[in-house]
């Protein structure tokens, strides 16, 4: 049963800007570690961004000082501010709790396309 649903993902020019929103049900959400992932055309999918319940955030090396997560807890909801996006961000972004049973056995979303190009 999914429980996720991405969404603000489309195609943006190098330097420009998205921001991806993900609404999880409460019994994903509430007092877990959330995460954007992507995965990018021919690769395997990947953490870039986590946010934990008490708001603690930390970052993929390639996407730090430009992606942002950030959450509000009274919609279950997280985002992902996107700045400075470069080509090699394109990939499928998808949201899900931050650990390692979601990362093997996880039911997942659709996911929302992000393009980069010019």
């Known amino acids: 049963q999914v429980q996720v649903k991405e969404s603000g993902g489309g195609l943006a020019q190098p330097g420009g800007s998205l921001t991806l929103s993900c609404e999880a049900s409460r019994s994903l959400y509430n007092g877990y570690h959330m995460g954007w992932y992507r995965r990018p055309p021919g690769k395997e999918r990947d953490l870039v961004a986590s946010i934990s319940p008490g708001g603690f955030t930390r970052y993929a090396d390639s996407v730090d000082g430009r992606f942002t997560i950030y959450k509000d807890d009274s919609k279950n909801t997280v985002f992902l501010q996107m700045n400075d996006l470069k080509p090699e961000d394109t990939a499928v972004y998808y949201c899900?709790?931050?650990?390692?049973?979601?990362?093997?056995?996880?039911?997942w979303g659709q996911g929302t396309q992000v393009t980069v190009s010019s």
């Open positions: 899900n709790r931050d650990d390692g049973y979601t990362i093997l056995y996880g039911t």
